[in-house]
C-alpha cells in the first residue's frame, strides 16, 4: 500500500504565500502520479494539480493557474505545492492524493488519500 503524508499549509493574508508537501511511502508508489485536491465547507472536493512520476506533464485547475506550482523531488518520493498570490477563495482542506489513471481527474479515480491540510486565506 501506499502511504502519504501532508505538512505546511496553515493561514495567510491575500497576496502572500503557503507550501504544502506530502510525502509518499509504500513498495508501488512508482507507479503513481500524485497530486492535490481541495474542499472547502459545503463544497464538493475539486481537482488543484498533478504531475507524473517522472515530474512532468503537470496539469492545474484553472482556478490555480499561474499562481500555484507543482514540483516531485529526486526521489520522487515527496511532492510540493508552491501556493502563490493567494485569494480567499484558496480556503479549503488540501488533500494529497495518489492515483495510477493518468486520463482522469475526478476524486473516484483516486486510490490513497493523505490526512488533509488546512489552508486559511483572509482577505
Not at 507524473?52 to 507543482?70: E, K, L, M
Not at 505545492?81 to 473516484?108: G, R
Amino acid at each position: 500500500q501506499v502511504q502519504l503524508l501532508q505538512s505546511g499549509g496553515g493561514s495567510a493574508q491575500a497576496g502572500e504565500s503557503l507550501r504544502l508537501s506530502c510525502a509518499a511511502s509504500g513498495r508501488t508508489i512508482r507507479q503513481f502520479q500524485m497530486g492535490w485536491f481541495r474542499q472547502a465547507p459545503g463544497k464538493e472536493r475539486e481537482f488543484v494539480a498533478h504531475i507524473r512520476w517522472s515530474g512532468g506533464n503537470v496539469r492545474y485547475a484553472n482556478a490555480v493557474v499561474g499562481r500555484f506550482i507543482i514540483t516531485r523531488n529526486n526521489d520522487r518520493n515527496t511532492v510540493t505545492l508552491q501556493m502563490n498570490s493567494l485569494k480567499p477563495e484558496d480556503t479549503a482542506v488540501y488533500y494529497c492524493a495518489a492515483w495510477t489513471n493518468v486520463h482522469s481527474i475526478e476524486v473516484n479515480a483516486v486510490d490513497y488519500w493523505g490526512q488533509g491540510t488546512q489552508v486559511t486565506v483572509s482577505s
